[in-house]
């Protein structure tokens, strides 16, 4: 059962006094046990020292407890205290007799003790978070009544379950914002060119991937670009000596197109070249269900020298040899870009909040933070600020810590779990599979969790073992009066 509830204690419970305000004229409350059992049965125990109530002989006093929640009212037995008069006229009138057979009905000599009064009752949904009143009415002669006082003896119940404090980590600030941004291109060349047509085959296309990559980030106001690295990479079909001719001569071919567009300058752009790409093909294979996979997969990966190697493969399984050439081979020639830049710094959380819906990928972890501060915990705005960030830094423990924090809020349980995983070298995230188990309604698996991070350092662990302990099930209230 989850109850988000609140239990709030009075000092004293010597309440119920007389219409007369008369002190002498009292119902103390000594003692006062609540209790759910099985979470199918409310337990009502309460001592009340009737000693000082005074009832004349035409008088009828009525104590009644009542379950209360919001407009749901379950009133429980009563006590009444009947004076001389009164308990003979009801006696010849049973039909007016303000109290039930199940009642319990005393003479004012019988109410000079501390009445025991216990009753049990089913728990029923409705009563989840109900508060326990009772109420003082008095009768008189001719059918006269009024409710002297009503009072309130506990806010409401059972008490609220305790959920640990999660511990939102403030990220370091990151002085130097450098990003970067990467991608492949296929641009096609003539048999055993190094030259390149824009027009010829897709190249308008992959050219774009490249062209457009820079562009996205040279026509950002907040940044500025530091370099550009081109890597490309020929097949391993022919000979090692001709790709690898290829490879660094289309490779300058394409640095020389983009100088050509953007003049950046000389030393601006990086490139570098692989006269055969075999780790993209081991990769291809891998993942492939040929039928000499294993024994492809060995040759590539034996010593033999590359044109060696790909003779062994071409002449042991030429029918796998020419699939691969067919559907493999034209992505292995390929030319990778790598865009490094640098992002200014944002310090006001209206501008990071902006940045956060155009640009997140400029801003740092801290920057989220700052933004985080602005925001209600819990609220849509926050869950989301850091299930964005985490997606920013996907391996960031710091970032993974908090967006656990934040699904643990909207009871996304999973989330957290894989979240914490990502930040699991961190003694806060230690705390936090504690407090987890806490959210899923498992105290006694948190404890574990809990005890390590109390070894960590948390302080927080502290407060929540010992919070888990209490039997959140019971109230208790003693006057040691």
Not at 68 to 85: A, F, H, P, Q
Request: aromatic share 10%; hydrophobic share 35%; glycine share 4%.
């Amino acid at each position: 059962m989850n109850r988000h509830l609140l239990l709030s204690v009075f000092a004293t419970l010597s309440l119920l006094t007389g219409y007369s305000q008369n002190t002498t004229n009292q119902v103390d409350i000594k003692n006062l046990t609540l209790e759910l059992k099985d979470d199918k049965y409310l337990h009502i125990d309460i001592d009340i020292d009737l000693s000082q109530l005074k009832v004349s002989t035409t008088q009828v006093v009525v104590l009644t407890p009542s379950i209360i929640n919001g407009t749901d009212t379950l009133e429980l037995k009563s006590i009444g205290v009947y004076g001389r008069n009164r308990r003979i006229y009801y006696q010849r009138n049973e039909h007016k007799i303000p109290t039930k057979m199940n009642d319990i009905n005393l003479t004012p000599s019988e109410a000079r003790n501390i009445i025991n009064y216990n009753t049990s009752v089913a728990f029923m949904d409705w009563m989840d978070g109900c508060r326990l009143e009772i109420v003082r009415t008095d009768y008189g002669c001719c059918g006269q009544w009024m409710v002297v006082d009503q009072t309130q003896l506990v806010e409401r119940f059972p008490i609220e379950p305790y959920f640990p404090e999660l511990i939102y980590l403030k990220p370091q600030r990151e002085v130097v914002k450098v990003r970067e941004i990467s991608g492949s291109a296929f641009i096609d060349f003539p048999v055993s060119q190094i030259v390149i047509y824009p027009t010829y085959r897709n190249n308008i296309v992959e050219l774009a991937k490249i062209t457009g990559t820079i562009d996205s980030v040279k026509n950002d106001k907040d940044v500025t670009i530091k370099s550009v690295f081109i890597k490309g990479h020929a097949s391993p079909e022919s000979p090692y000596s001709n790709n690898t001719y290829l490879a660094k001569g289309r490779t300058e071919a394409l640095k020389e197109y983009v100088e050509g567009l953007y003049h950046f300058g000389e030393g601006f752009i990086k490139t570098d070249f692989e006269p055969e790409d075999w780790a993209g093909l081991e990769k291809y294979v891998e993942a492939s269900t040929l039928p000499h996979k294993a024994e492809i997969l060995a040759a590539i990966r034996s010593n033999r020298e590359p044109d060696n190697k790909e003779w062994f493969i071409k002449s042991n399984w030429k029918q796998e040899y020419n699939y691969l050439l067919e559907n493999c081979y034209p992505a292995l020639r390929h030319s990778d870009y790598t865009i490094e830049y640098e992002v200014r710094s944002y310090s006001d959380p209206a501008e990071i909040e902006a940045v956060l819906f155009t640009a997140p990928q400029n801003l740092s972890l801290d920057e989220f933070y700052v933004l985080a501060q602005t925001y209600e915990p819990g609220s849509d705005k926050f869950n989301e600020l850091f299930e964005i960030a985490v997606r920013m830094y996907p391996n960031d423990p710091v970032a993974n810590l908090n967006a656990a924090n934040s699904a643990i809020l909207r009871k996304d349980y999973r989330s957290a779990l894989r979240y914490l995983d990502k930040a699991s070298s961190l003694p806060e995230a230690t705390y936090a599979r504690g407090a987890l188990e806490v959210y899923m309604d498992d105290p006694e698996a948190a404890k574990p969790y809990l005890t390590e991070a109390r070894k960590l350092g948390i302080s927080q662990a502290e407060i929540a073992l010992e919070e888990i302990a209490k039997n959140r099930n019971i109230y208790k209230y003693t006057d040691n009066n």
